[in-house]
């Protein structure tokens, strides 16, 4: 008996397979199976039609008025630099330097609130600032030249002047810039700066000819 039944049990799996095989055979059989898949198979990821952010600056980049200095990530800088600056990254930078010379106006690159002022926690002296965003996010600001005008719980616009630039060496002369970063809010912890964010012109910010220009009248150094 139980071989009989071993038996059967294997004949209805060769019928069913050579029915599917009979199927496929079949134009329009194939044709409902392939958009069956079609139909199950996840669509393509939505990405943001706009960035969710605007520049630090309402100037538009260039070599007379500020440019990328140093890119978000594992940047060759803050990895020979990873013991004396980049400790707490182990050598990630945590932001974008954009090169400006010091009295620059930042200004919010989003509506917020203001949740801190000059957190020594945070570094990017002498002055800083950082904003909540009601998108999940928040944007620090480092490296200001004067401690802001604003008060914490003080509501911004996107746009609106909120600091200077300024130089983490106070000279104005040896590397003066804006360090930005975005970071998860409210904790206001998992920092980077990626451009993706940021409405702009990534050839021109990233231009390597412009870089090496403006890199000799704005020096960089670490972020």
């Not at 095989?21 to 990405?47: C, D, E």
Request: net charge positive; with cysteine; charged share 20%.
């Amino acid at each position: 008996m139980k071989e009989r039944s071993g038996e059967g049990v294997e004949d209805r799996r060769r019928m069913v397979f050579r029915n599917l095989i009979a199927a496929l055979k079949s134009p329009a059989h194939l044709l409902l199976l392939v958009t069956g898949f079609l139909l199950a198979a996840p669509g393509p990821r939505q990405v943001a039609s706009t960035p969710p952010f605007g520049l630090p600056f309402s100037s538009p980049p260039g070599p007379n008025t500020w440019l990328l200095t140093q890119p978000y990530g594992n940047t060759v800088f803050a990895y020979r630099q990873r013991r004396a600056f980049y400790g707490a990254g182990q050598g990630m930078h945590f932001g974008v330097d954009l090169g400006a010379p010091c009295g620059t106006q930042v200004v919010a690159i989003g509506d917020g609130v203001v949740v801190g002022i000059d957190q020594t926690s945070h570094g990017a002296g002498p002055h800083n600032l950082m904003i909540d965003h009601d998108n999940g996010y928040a944007s620090f600001y480092g490296h200001l030249g004067d401690r802001t005008a604003l008060s914490l719980g003080d509501e911004v616009r996107r746009g609106q002047s909120i600091a200077v630039s300024g130089d983490p060496d106070l000279t104005c002369s040896s590397r003066p810039h804006l360090h930005l970063e975005i970071r998860d809010a409210p904790a206001c912890a998992g920092a980077s700066a990626r451009l993706q964010s940021l409405a702009s012109d990534r050839c021109r910010l990233e231009s390597t000819g412009a870089r090496r220009w403006f890199a000799g009248r704005i020096p960089t150094g670490p972020g």
